[in-house]
């Protein structure tokens, strides 16, 4: 049975027969206490447990402290700190010279939902096969503490004074933009962010995380919204969420009752289950799920879950009918036409 | 009078959107099946439908297919254009006109034809009223080719190629030629020199524009990926990569071997571009003026994480939206100089049709070989206009994917690499790609700072010591760029220095110049930057050297000088920049402009020291 340890075979390591120490990166340069790192810890928790092959990631990030994170997990996965705002277009041309890679990419609520909006939106219709996790915390980080695009109105910020403008709703725009897979958490809440992001992983296209991450040198106050105080006192899980890999069928019967729990079948064989907690909610309802956002925009609730996903729609590799050899691998056979093609096209000229 | 034979201009001023341009073509392709030499040169606005348009084709048995300013015979077709086109004509030269424009002729000093347009397009039972205004188009056709004896035969095979063949237009379009060829016969009589006499001129030469030519290079050059985003001049360039793909990179399995995405806009379309060629692929973009500007951002990250892209410019006049159908050569300074802080930068600069072709492909090379982004400066004129060509050659070189370390090679070093490391002391690092399942593969690829080995760092002397490999890798580069092409002249002490799109009227200029001010002039065409020894070496060698370009502030001069900073005094600036493609007359005049008082010199070739001052007054 695979989910036992074989003789002879340490523990701690799993079926690709790497440690979770194979899945770390560099040192944080981050603050002590900081969202984005326990998120790297979740991604390499959930990397590890889910025997992903770090050879076969490619990480991505903008510009700004979550993009510097794609350093401090997985230093055996390719990785591109592209530009600020310009994270969607590098992984979108990347993701063609080889299709069967999955991306991970890092953004913060600067670099998507200010800079970077009209990148963000496009990804989505697009579909990449990508997870976009977007470390949100209200405020600029490196640059001391400005206001960000998501930030909520009347937040007061040292030096900043009052915000006077409306905030960006990650999840709302990525689901206005046709996004196949939106979820929110909670950076407080590893056990929820974890699951959430193999559940996104397994996804096959683009993958929104919205991870309310607090930031606790500018914007940790209590009454902010985007603190880890706030999170905890106003966070409304729809659900309870487990990811179970392919052909683990064994657990799902044994622990988890008909009735309370919601099965979503992912697209790599994985399985969803989402334990009801009074909600009943559908996340493959698309008009349900724009109905949760905005109630939970009414009521300042921290609505977290796997708020939608659809597993129907390709993903954008697929609606180029590449080859199956990945196309950085292909040779001048393959690219170059035959010598033949040269009087065709000469011919075709007048 | 005298006839003019092989030799002459014809101008059409039609309404933006008439459907005037299968006409055009039809009178271009026809002179060229008979073999003289011939080009054609849409001058239109930026518009769908309505604003006046010209369409000027020359024909000229000595092979000068630049443009010509002198207007020998001009159509009139569009009544808001009418006393323009009238008052444009060279004196002798020719005007015909659709009669239904009711506006006073007055010049006795040119033949003057009217033709009924719409009224044998009405009468004609042939012609469905719903295509009356575009077939209306051939009736000139047919009256200009009875006029100056466009032969029959070849303007069927015209338009056979035109409708791809489709025997319904062909035959209405064809009927209309011959109603206006009829009707001319029975009712014009010949009253100017201009004739058309068959050549063999054209043999074996074809028809292309330089953004369909480019494309095409591009897939012989295993184009794998492509970004881009809508843009005149530019987007026939991509529209035709999706034209030839299918065709040219046909598997029997129905997969692909590539892709090409239209972006959101220039930021993504760099964006995806560096992505891909980061991840292994031949990648490139085309775009104008506008679209760079944007992409300029991208540009810096891909110099500075060493990322082959090919970037094609077909050169729009700006500043800013400017003249955004009107062509120029003033992108230079910019692609150049691109990105903040220090970088370099490699550019080609196709010169025709054919050369479009050549460094559709070869510009995968040079940029794998270099892992830099690689520009190609092309400009409207050679991007959209037809030009005969030489037919394209398969290319003669295999594909060069440049320092590419996979799995078996980094066993053989046993992991030990380093992203950034000068091994062969030329400047050019190796790299890995994604999906190289070797553990040591990986790197992080950053615009921040950096060392050997990818590592981000700030440390000052790793800092400079990267950049100064940078400089290096760019000096290597040099070795892998296309010569510059010299037309020599016996005896010249003085020089021209250009590039692009201007050499046929650059050598119709000097022509001139040697004919009737005794100048002997060699002529270098520069075909990238950084500038190669033989450009240096063209300078020393010469007395004057006058730098011609279509700019207003001579951006190659500039360059130039300050390449040659001893010679500086020596390159003298012939720059012009109106939109429209160069005239041997501009480039004569600016040349007598500033050489004034010039003596025909036949003294032997100055050495630097003698060759200091600029032509005594």
Same mark, same amino acid.
């Given at each position: 049975m695979s989910a036992l340890p074989m003789a002879g075979v340490p523990a701690n390591i799993n079926t690709v027969g790497l440690t979770k120490n194979d899945y770390r990166g560099a040192p944080t340069t981050l603050c002590a206490g900081c969202g984005h790192n326990s998120i790297s810890n979740q991604i390499?928790?959930?990397?590890?447990?889910?025997?992903?092959?770090?050879?076969?990631?490619?990480?991505?990030?903008?510009?700004?402290?979550?993009?510097?994170?794609?350093?401090?997990?997985?230093?055996?996965?390719?990785?591109?700190?592209?530009?600020?705002?310009?994270?969607?277009?590098?992984?979108?041309?990347?993701?063609?010279?080889?299709?069967?890679?999955?991306?991970?990419?890092?953004?913060?609520?600067?670099?998507?939902?200010?800079?970077?909006?009209?990148?963000?939106?496009?990804?989505?219709?697009?579909?990449?096969?990508?997870?976009?996790?977007?470390?949100?915390?209200?405020?600029?980080?490196?640059?001391?503490?400005?206001?960000?695009?998501?930030?909520?109105?009347?937040?007061?910020?040292?030096?900043?004074?009052?915000?006077?403008?409306?905030?960006?709703?990650?999840?709302?725009?990525?689901?206005?933009?046709?996004?196949?897979?939106?979820?929110?958490?909670?950076?407080? %809440?590893?056990?929820?962010?974890?699951?959430?992001?193999?559940?996104?992983?397994?996804?096959?296209?683009?993958?929104?995380?919205?991870?309310?991450?607090?930031?606790?040198?500018?914007?940790?106050?209590? %009454?902010?919204?985007?603190?880890?105080?706030?999170?905890?006192?106003?966070?409304?899980?729809?659900?309870d969420i487990t990811y179970i890999a392919p052909r683990n069928e064994i657990?799902?019967?044994?622990?988890?009752?008909?009735?309370?729990?919601?099965?979503?079948?992912?697209?790599?064989?994985?399985?969803?289950?989402?334990?009801?907690?009074?909600?009943?909610?559908?996340p493959t309802n698309r008009f349900e799920a724009l109905r949760a956002l905005e109630e939970a925009q009414r %009521?300042?609730?921290?609505?977290?879950?796997?708020?939608y996903v659809s597993t129907e729609k390709p993903a954008l590799a697929e609606t180029y009918n590449l080859v199956d050899t990945p196309l950085n691998r292909l040779t001048d056979a393959d690219l170059r036409p035959a010598p033949a093609m040269i009087d065709k096209v000469n011919a075709l000229m007048f | 009078m005298n006839k003019v034979v092989n030799d002459f201009s014809i101008t059409v001023g039609t309404k933006n959107g008439s459907g005037s341009s299968t006409a055009n073509n039809t009178i271009l392709r026809a002179i060229f099946k008979m073999g003289i030499p011939v080009s054609g040169k849409n001058l239109f606005p930026s518009n769908i439908q309505g604003l006046p348009t010209w369409y000027s084709i020359r024909a000229s048995k000595d092979g000068y297919l630049g443009r010509r300013d002198e207007l020998d015979i001009v159509i009139a077709i569009n009544p808001d254009s009418f006393t323009r086109d009238l008052a444009s004509v060279a004196p002798g030269g020719a005007f015909f006109y659709a009669d239904d424009i009711k506006l006073p002729?007055?010049?006795?000093?040119?033949?003057?034809?009217?033709?009924?347009?719409?009224?044998?397009?009405?009468?004609?039972?042939?012609?469905?009223?719903?295509?009356?205004?575009?077939?209306?188009?051939?009736?000139?056709?047919?009256?200009?080719?009875?006029?100056?004896?466009?032969?029959?035969?070849?303007?069927?095979?015209?338009?056979?190629?035109?409708?791809? *063949?489709?025997?319904?237009?062909?035959?209405?379009?064809?009927?209309?030629?011959?109603?206006?060829?009829?009707?001319?016969?029975?009712?014009?009589?010949?009253?100017?020199?201009?004739?058309?006499?068959?050549?063999?001129?054209?043999?074996?030469?074809?028809?292309?524009? *330089?953004?369909?030519?480019?494309?095409?290079?591009?897939?012989?050059?295993?184009?794998?990926?492509?970004?881009?985003?809508?843009?005149?001049?530019?987007?026939?360039?991509?529209?035709a990569i999706n034209d030839y793909m299918p065709m040219l990179r046909k598997r029997e399995d129905g997969k692909h071997t590539y892709a090409v995405v239209q972006a959101e806009d220039e930021l993504a379309a760099i964006g995806m571009t560096v992505g891909a060629g980061w991840s292994g692929l031949r990648s490139m973009t085309s775009t104008s003026g506008p679209g760079l500007s944007l992409m300029t951002e991208f540009a810096g990250l891909a110099y500075y994480a060493e990322v082959p892209v090919v970037i094609w410019d077909v050169q729009?006049? *700006?500043?800013?939206?400017g003249l955004p159908t009107r062509t120029s050569q003033a992108d230079l300074s910019f692609t150049v100089g691109m990105g903040h802080g220090d970088s370099d930068s490699i550019v080609l600069l196709p010169g025709d049709a054919f050369e479009c072709f050549e460094f559709g492909w070869q510009a995968f090379d040079i940029a794998e070989r270099m892992q830099a982004p690689v520009f190609v400066l092309s400009d409207l004129d050679m991007g959209m206009n037809q030009w005969m060509s030489k037919p394209f050659e398969y290319p003669k070189t295999p594909m060069d994917r440049g320092k590419i370390l996979w799995e078996k090679d980094l066993e053989e070093l046993k992991g030990n690499w380093g992203r950034y490391l000068d091994k062969d002391s030329d *400047?050019?690092?190796?790299?890995?790609?994604?999906?190289?399942?070797?553990?040591?593969?990986?790197?992080?690829?950053?615009?921040?700072?950096?060392?050997?080995?990818?590592?981000?760092?700030?440390?000052?002397?790793?800092?400079?010591?990267?950049?100064?490999?940078?400089?290096?890798?760019y000096e290597t580069a040099k070795k892998y760029l296309p010569k510059p092409v010299l037309h020599a002249a016996k005896g010249a002490t003085v020089g021209i220095i250009a590039y692009g799109s201007t050499e046929s009227a650059i050598l119709e200029a000097r022509d001139q110049l040697t004919r009737d001010h005794g100048m002997k002039i060699d002529i270098l065409r520069v075909r990238a930057f950084p500038f190669t020894a033989e450009v240096d070496e063209f300078v020393r060698e010469h007395e004057q050297v006058y730098v011609?370009?279509?700019?207003?502030?001579?951006?190659?001069?500039?360059?130039?000088?300050?390449?040659?900073?001893?010679?500086?005094?020596?390159?003298?600036?012939?720059?012009?920049?109106?939109?429209?493609?160069?005239?041997?007359?501009?480039?004569?005049?600016?040349?007598?402009?500033?050489?004034?008082?010039?003596?025909?010199?036949?003294?032997?070739?100055?050495?630097?020291?003698?060759?200091?001052?600029?032509?005594?007054?």
């Open positions: 390499i928790a959930a990397m590890y447990e889910m025997s992903v092959l770090p050879e076969n990631v490619i990480k991505f990030s903008g510009i700004g402290c979550s993009s510097k994170s794609p350093t401090y997990f997985m230093n055996r996965s390719f990785g591109f700190n592209s530009l600020h705002g310009r994270m969607p277009s590098i992984a979108t041309g990347a993701h063609f010279g080889d299709h069967s890679l999955k991306g991970i990419g890092v953004s913060g609520d600067g670099d998507t939902a200010s800079i970077g909006m009209g990148q963000f939106k496009h990804v989505m219709r697009r579909n990449l096969n990508m997870v976009y996790i977007v470390e949100n915390n209200g405020v600029y980080g490196l640059t001391k503490g400005q206001f960000s695009a998501t930030a909520e109105r009347g937040l007061e910020l040292k030096k900043q004074g009052a915000n006077p403008y409306m905030p960006v709703d990650i999840c709302m725009e990525a689901l206005i933009s046709n996004a196949t897979f939106v979820a929110r958490s909670f950076a407080g %809440n590893a056990k929820q962010v974890k699951e959430l992001l193999k559940a996104a992983f397994a996804h096959n296209g683009i993958a929104v995380l919205d991870i309310i991450s607090p930031c606790v040198t500018f914007n940790n106050q209590d %009454n902010a919204h985007y603190s880890y105080a706030w999170g905890r006192d106003h966070e409304e899980p729809l659900h657990v799902l019967e044994r622990e988890l009752a008909e009735g309370e729990v919601r099965e979503v079948a992912m697209h790599d064989g994985s399985v969803i289950i989402l334990k009801n907690l009074g909600k009943g909610y559908d %009521n300042n609730w921290l609505t977290t879950g796997l708020i | 002729i007055t010049r006795a000093d040119i033949a003057i034809y009217p033709m009924p347009i719409k009224e044998l397009v009405k009468k004609d039972p042939n012609i469905p009223a719903d295509y009356r205004d575009l077939v209306g188009n051939m009736i000139y056709v047919g009256a200009l080719a009875r006029m100056i004896g466009i032969d029959i035969e070849k303007i069927q095979a015209a338009l056979t190629f035109h409708f791809k *063949g489709k025997q319904k237009p062909i035959d209405m379009n064809f009927h209309a030629v011959q109603a206006g060829m009829e009707w001319a016969k029975a009712n014009l009589e010949k009253k100017d020199p201009f004739y058309l006499e068959p050549m063999n001129k054209t043999d074996g030469m074809i028809m292309a524009d *330089g953004n369909t030519a480019a494309a095409i290079g591009s897939v012989f050059g295993g184009a794998q990926f492509v970004a881009w985003y809508p843009i005149t001049p530019a987007s026939s360039l991509a529209e729009r006049i *700006g500043p800013s939206t *400047g050019i690092p190796y790299r890995t790609l994604p999906g190289n399942k070797h553990p040591m593969s990986a790197y992080f690829t950053r615009g921040t700072g950096h060392d050997e080995y990818a590592k981000y760092t700030e440390d000052s002397s790793v800092f400079i010591r990267n950049m100064q490999r940078l400089k290096k890798k011609v370009e279509m700019n207003r502030d001579g951006q190659l001069h500039q360059l130039l000088s300050l390449a040659n900073p001893e010679a500086a005094t020596r390159l003298i600036s012939v720059a012009y920049g109106d939109g429209l493609p160069a005239s041997a007359k501009w480039i004569r005049e600016g040349i007598l402009a500033k050489s004034a008082g010039e003596k025909k010199s036949t003294a032997k070739k100055p050495s630097l020291k003698k060759s200091n001052k600029k032509g005594a007054k």
